[in-house]
């Protein structure tokens, strides 16, 4: 059988490799072929990834929809990747699409599993397609109203596309709380207003938790309201949380409640799936602010096993160049 060479990141305890993929030739009627132009990288959870730090009894749910191998083994991992499709159904051909595929220069993927991306959405910039279905499943879990106050907690992607959808919802009033002052520029950029202490968080209904830091939930609590909710969109992996349940939690009816992006409310599923989420995300994407949150300085295929070596400044999106 004729094939298609394709090379992809894999990753093994801590450390990553290139390698290289045999992809066959004669396609099914409803399968595309695909040429990666850029893939993105979602750094805290590609990071916990790459850490080994995946609790084996989360493996089942924290799969991505086209990972290959084993979480804490062997494994290619990644779900932020736009294409051109090169071959299939002529219906396609040429089209550039989003998908959620991992690393990797060339694919083969059922039709039914792509989302064409708009021509107003610059390509780089439907990289950030997953991290606003994030912002819209928090949407959706925590129902923000009129008059409510909230904060943000932590400007990195997903902290900082929660605060400009929350931002651009008629009568919320949104703060983002992060440490790096340097992360008030981004916030500027986008109409966000911007403390550096989270000791100024007073009177919240919602407060949003996005930095990734274990220790934030039980900060927080010493912060809230009568009837506060926390929604937690930072994935922790194998790190345990301390929190004093029995201060705020229960005196003020804390709500506690973790967005997981994997599935979605069930009042929700009546009209959507995940394609059509993300469909939603991508429409979400058509405002040219959103380019400040694209890393400029791209990397290729071949840096990314060493990329993972090193920490990265969180708050823009790590574009791969193919």
């Not at 750094?43 to 089942?60: A, D, H, L, M, R």
């Not at 651009?168 to 790096?180: A, P, S, W, Y």
């Not at 990329?307 to 791969?320: Q, S």
Request: charged content about 25%; glycine content about 6%.
């Amino acid at each position: 059988m004729d094939q298609y060479n394709a090379q992809s990141f894999w990753v093994s305890k801590k450390k990553g490799t290139i390698e290289t993929e045999y992809l066959k030739k004669n396609l099914d009627h409803d399968e595309l072929l695909v040429k990666t132009f850029y893939t993105g990288i979602s750094y805290g959870t590609e990071k916990i990834v790459f850490n080994s730090q995946v609790p084996s009894n989360q493996f089942q749910y924290m799969k991505a929809p086209h990972q290959e191998g084993s979480f804490n083994t062997r494994v290619k991992y990644g779900y932020l990747n736009v294409g051109k499709v090169i071959d299939g159904p002529k219906d396609f051909i040429n089209k550039m699409v989003y998908t959620m595929y991992p690393h990797q220069t060339k694919y083969i993927i059922n039709s039914s599993l792509v989302s064409v991306i708009p021509e107003t959405i610059p390509l780089k910039r439907a990289l950030l397609t997953a991290n606003m279905e994030t912002a819209i499943n928090a949407m959706w879990d925590s129902m923000p109203s009129i008059g409510d106050k909230v904060y943000i907690i932590g400007a990195g992607i997903v902290g900082l596309l929660m605060a400009y959808v929350l931002s651009k919802t008629f009568g919320i009033e949104v703060i983002m709380i992060d440490k790096d002052n340097k992360k008030r520029m981004l916030c500027n950029r986008l109409n966000i207003n911007f403390d550096n202490n989270i000791k100024n968080i007073k009177n919240p209904d919602i407060i949003y938790e996005c930095s990734g830091n274990i220790a934030a939930l039980d900060q927080l609590q010493r912060f809230t309201d009568l009837d506060t909710k926390i929604c937690v969109l930072s994935w922790y992996g194998k790190q345990q949380s301390k929190i004093r349940m029995g201060e705020n939690c229960f005196s003020r009816r804390l709500n506690i409640i973790f967005s997981q992006v994997g599935n979605m409310p069930s009042y929700k599923l009546r009209k959507f799936d995940n394609l059509k989420r993300r469909n939603l995300a991508l429409k979400m994407l058509d405002d040219d602010v959103l380019d400040i949150l694209i890393d400029k300085n791209e990397i290729k295929l071949k840096d990314l096993p060493m990329f993972f070596k090193k920490e990265y400044l969180k708050g823009l999106c790590k574009v791969v160049r193919y």
